[in-house]
């Protein structure tokens, strides 16, 4: 079906390249050649102008025209339930039609409300406020879209349309289908063209709207990631629940992925890469062929007309405009001892003098325009641990942003970030990424390695032995208890690392003190591996020297990742 709505999009945006007074030929010819009685008995039971069209299957040519008015398709419709007044003047009428004096009293005017489509193909709807609201035409409804989008200053180069319908709209579609078939399915215009040309009302809206709403904007819709929605819902719609009671119980037959079962089974929801649905509300038709069977017109009569007089008012709809996430991924470097990487509030106090997340976020946020952003790094380093050496990987996402990235804007933001006079964080290899970015993350972040360099105290004087020894120890394996300084946010628990390598470095002028130089598995806790943690981690740089040993300050120099890389 996804590839038939396509296709369908596509014929119409070329029947729209003809002149109007072509397109209008082709619409009365096709108009004409539909069956009149199947036109007027739809009418008398309150379909809408555009519900006749899409239920004879004339979709194709009634998209061709989103700029015609109602007062105009009924003009149109009428002169077709005018065309056999003469020949069809004397015959019986039938249960539920209008006679053809009744129709042409006066000029033929459109339902008020339609209960098959619900006011959706009517474009008639409740805005957010409870507001009724009715759009003559496709292009007004479009426009009304349009509208929106400029309200919200979005910059778009293309958009997808999603649309979601209550589910009791497939239920209505499907007992309208069945009317019909029990009616016509003896009838050759059935069973060549409305049998196997019907169409949703999700899908004919999609095909109304979208053509004007590519010329309103000046983009064409494709699959991207500016999407539309359109989300319709309804309070005292008939749902499936009550379809399935009314049918003598809540078991369900098994249904194919459409969730239809038997003769009842229609057209799968669509998706195109430029129209997409993103509800499933699709009704099951077991309680409508236990209500309906084929073989009982009246019964099918009396159902349709009791579903369509459940509901009493048009559906209410809102338009949502958004962006899926943008990804800005890079590096940054913290020079600061007194910065955290997010924001650490205790007890309604603040920790430290900023943070990386407010820094690079806050920074980034304003130029996209976006509602929020949330800030993902490749691990973390204590508040008084600087980032050094080629920085850490991180991911800013930005929800709903306004602005497309572009590499103009990339550099604007890491020129502002650079350029703050406190340099207290740093970035670095700025770039857009798609959700790939989280993958870049997650491979690395379970086999990355990562190099320190600590400044240790030990309680004696450093020997030519105790570098030796030190530096002698290869993949060495260490288990650690969860820190005690940590203990009150993390699970008890005992972890086995790996310290890769070690190597150490006088400093001069000093007997006790060093530069520890080690690159270890990520995960490993350096401050305790150094002091011990009160025997919690075994072995330890105390242990291995047989003396106490404090860590006094601590940088990460590296993060070995190959994301964010400069290329």
């Known amino acids: 079906m996804a590839g038939e709505v396509a296709a369908e999009v596509n014929s119409v945006e070329g029947n729209m390249q003809l002149s109007e007074e072509e397109n209008l030929r082709l619409l009365r010819e096709a108009v004409n050649e539909l069956p009149v009685n199947a036109v007027k008995d739809l009418w008398s039971i309150g379909a809408c102008v555009r519900c006749v069209f899409r239920l004879l299957g004339l979709r194709e040519l009634m998209c061709s025209h989103p700029s015609l008015s109602i007062s105009k398709w009924c003009d149109i419709l009428e002169d077709v339930m005018r065309k056999e007044d003469g020949d069809t003047a004397d015959q019986p009428q039938k249960d539920g039609?209008?006679?053809?004096?009744?129709?042409?009293?006066?000029?033929?005017?459109?339902?008020?409300?339609?209960?098959?489509?619900?006011?959706?193909?009517?474009?008639?709807?409740?805005?957010?406020?409870?507001?009724?609201?009715?759009?003559?035409?496709?292009?007004?409804?479009?426009?009304?879209?349009?509208?929106?989008?400029?309200?919200?200053?979005?910059?778009?180069?293309?958009?997808?349309?999603?649309?979601?319908?209550?589910?009791?709209?497939?239920?209505?579609?499907?007992?309208?289908?069945?009317?019909?078939?029990?009616?016509?399915?003896?009838?050759?215009?059935?069973?060549?063209?409305?049998?196997?040309?019907f169409i949703s009302t999700k899908d004919i809206l999609k095909l109304l709207v979208i053509n004007p709403l590519q010329k309103l904007l000046g983009v064409k819709s494709s699959q991207s990631s500016f999407r539309v929605r359109l989300t319709y819902s309804h309070s005292d719609a008939l749902t499936r629940d009550d379809v399935q009671e009314r049918a003598g119980g809540n078991k369900r037959r098994?249904?194919?992925?459409?969730?239809?079962?038997?003769?009842?089974?229609?057209?799968?929801?669509?998706?195109?890469?430029?129209?997409?649905?993103?509800?499933?509300?699709?009704?099951?038709?077991?309680?409508?062929?236990?209500?309906?069977?084929?073989?009982?017109?009246?019964?099918?009569?009396?159902?349709?007309?009791?579903?369509?007089?459940?509901?009493?008012?048009?559906?209410?709809?809102?338009?949502?405009?958004?962006?899926?996430?943008?990804?800005?991924?890079?590096?940054?470097?913290?020079?600061?001892?007194?910065?955290?990487?997010?924001?650490?509030?205790?007890?309604?106090?603040?920790?430290?003098?900023?943070?990386?997340?407010?820094?690079?976020g806050g920074a980034i946020l304003p130029i996209f325009q976006g509602d929020n952003y949330k800030f993902h790094a490749a691990g973390r380093e204590d508040i008084d641990v600087r980032m050094l050496g080629t920085g850490r990987p991180f991911l800013v996402e930005i929800q709903n942003a306004r602005q497309v990235p572009s590499e103009v804007l990339i550099k604007e933001i890491e020129r502002k970030i650079n350029s703050v006079e406190s340099r207290l964080v740093r970035v670095k290899n700025l770039r857009a990424v798609g959700s790939q970015g989280w993958d870049l993350m997650r491979e690395g972040e379970a086999e990355k390695q990562k190099q320190y360099t600590a400044l240790v105290w030990i309680s004696r004087p450093v020997s030519d032995e105790d570098l030796q020894t030190i530096s002698s120890l290869k993949e060495l394996k260490v288990a650690q208890r969860t820190p005690i300084r940590v203990l009150h946010r993390r699970s008890p628990l005992e972890r086995e690392k790996i310290i890769h390598w070690m190597k150490v470095e006088r400093i001069s002028g000093s007997s006790q003190y060093l530069l520890l130089h080690l690159c270890t598995q990520a995960g490993t806790y350096i401050k305790e591996f150094v002091h011990g943690d009160f025997g919690r981690t075994q072995p330890s740089v105390g242990s291995i020297l047989g003396c106490r040993t404090e860590i006094l300050q601590l940088d990460v120099t590296d993060v070995k990742m190959d994301c964010f890389q400069a290329e």
Request: proline share 3%; aromatic share 8%; hydrophobic share 35%.
């Open 97 to 197: 039609e209008l006679s053809n004096k009744q129709l042409h009293q006066e000029p033929l005017k459109e339902t008020n409300f339609c209960k098959i489509c619900l006011g959706i193909l009517q474009f008639l709807y409740n805005d957010d406020n409870g507001t009724l609201l009715k759009k003559d035409s496709a292009n007004d409804f479009a426009l009304v879209i349009a509208e929106l989008l400029k309200q919200q200053h979005h910059q778009i180069d293309s958009f997808s349309l999603e649309v979601s319908v209550p589910s009791a709209l497939a239920e209505t579609d499907q007992a309208v289908r069945l009317y019909m078939k029990n009616r016509y399915h003896h009838e050759l215009w059935f069973q060549e063209k409305a049998e196997c040309q």
């Open 254 to 360: 098994k249904t194919d992925k459409a969730g239809f079962t038997g003769d009842l089974k229609t057209t799968k929801e669509s998706v195109t890469p430029h129209v997409e649905s993103f509800d499933n509300h699709i009704g099951d038709g077991d309680g409508l062929m236990k209500l309906c069977p084929k073989d009982s017109q009246d019964l099918s009569c009396s159902y349709l007309m009791a579903q369509l007089n459940k509901v009493s008012k048009p559906c209410c709809l809102t338009i949502h405009c958004c962006r899926s996430p943008i990804f800005i991924g890079g590096r940054y470097l913290k020079y600061s001892r007194n910065v955290s990487q997010t924001r650490w509030v205790i007890d309604d106090e603040r920790m430290g003098e900023a943070s990386v997340e407010e820094i690079v």
